[in-house]
């Protein structure tokens, strides 16, 4: 048998690993065929039709929730331990009394002399904004947001009732309440850059359905202890005594800063109550620092 030669050998060798190489080639695509044949599942995804339905994921979680996470509730005051206290303003707008402001029947809805009041004593609040109302009053939102002393809160959009018999307020169907609190919330930060992180309901007025609503909109639900009933009342004195006469440890109360026929003796009575309070020894402060304790 004639020997091969060192050049032929060589060559005899490259061919040899040329085959190697074409038989692992077709090796490997045929298992890539067949995983993209057979085993779709590998690279895709399941098709949605396929997957779990995400409402009965969630039905089956909300089911749960209760034995995992405790109710959510509506805050009426803080510590009974603290000689703390919390006051507070609904700056009110329904699409009505923006009529009656376009229409000059009223001269304003906003009573910037609390404010005043506020800066004067040294008094730390909450006020919690209307979205038309930020909407019809820019500037003044702004002018709030930026007092150091002032916390903002959310008041719903167009001041609606969320539940029936509320002070004869428009009841607004359920399926767009989520809306008002959301549109509410971008218009105050739209207009003052603040994120409000508490809510407060129209009227004070709910139904269970919705505190649970706010609660999965990440907001907190302050109500109160104490309503000073300024509202459409003419009677200074009475507003004094109703709030000086009702307060405690860790009291919220509540006011109107929206001024004209609906809230006009507000401010009024604001002079005398601070300086009462004051010398019952109490510290005002915002619902934040409230709950803090």
Avoid at 6 to 19: D, F, G, M, R, Y
Avoid at 78 to 107: C, E, P, W, Y
Avoid at 218 to 224: N, V
Avoid at 249 to 274: C, E, M, Q, R, W
Wanted: some cysteine.
């Amino acid at each position: 048998m004639p020997k091969l030669n060192q050049t032929e050998v060589k060559s005899t060798h490259n061919k040899h690993l040329l085959i190697l190489l074409i038989l692992l080639i077709l090796v490997t695509l045929f298992f890539t065929g067949f995983i993209i044949i057979y085993r779709q599942d590998l690279i895709y995804p399941p098709l949605h039709r396929d997957q779990p339905s995400p409402k009965k994921f969630v039905e089956s979680v909300d089911q749960n929730l209760p034995d995992i996470l405790p109710k959510p509730k509506v805050i009426e005051h803080g510590s009974r331990n603290k000689h703390q206290i919390a006051l507070t303003f609904d700056a009110d707008m329904t699409v009505g009394m923006l009529g009656l402001l376009q229409r000059h029947f009223v001269k304003s809805w906003y009573n910037y002399p609390i404010k005043q009041t506020l800066d004067k004593e040294g008094v730390k609040a909450t006020v919690f904004l209307g979205g038309l109302w930020a909407k019809t009053y820019p500037n003044e939102a702004k002018d709030l947001a930026n007092d150091p002393l002032i916390e903002l809160g959310n008041h719903s959009y167009s001041h609606p009732a969320f539940a029936k018999n509320c002070f004869k307020l428009p009841v607004i169907d359920v399926t767009q309440k989520t809306n008002e609190v959301l549109s509410a919330q971008l218009e105050i930060e739209r207009v003052t850059g603040v994120v409000p992180k508490y809510f407060r309901f129209p009227g004070g007025c709910y139904e269970q359905a919705d505190v649970e609503t706010i609660a999965k909109l990440g907001l907190k639900i302050i109500h109160w202890d104490v309503s000073a009933n300024d509202g459409f009342n003419q009677d200074t004195n009475s507003i004094v005594r109703k709030v000086v006469n009702s307060i405690q440890n860790g009291s919220i109360v509540v006011f109107h800063i929206h001024d004209g026929p609906y809230a006009p003796k507000t401010n009024d009575a604001l002079v005398k109550i601070i300086p009462e309070l004051k010398k019952q020894g109490y510290q005002f402060v915002t619902i934040s620092e409230l709950l803090a304790n």
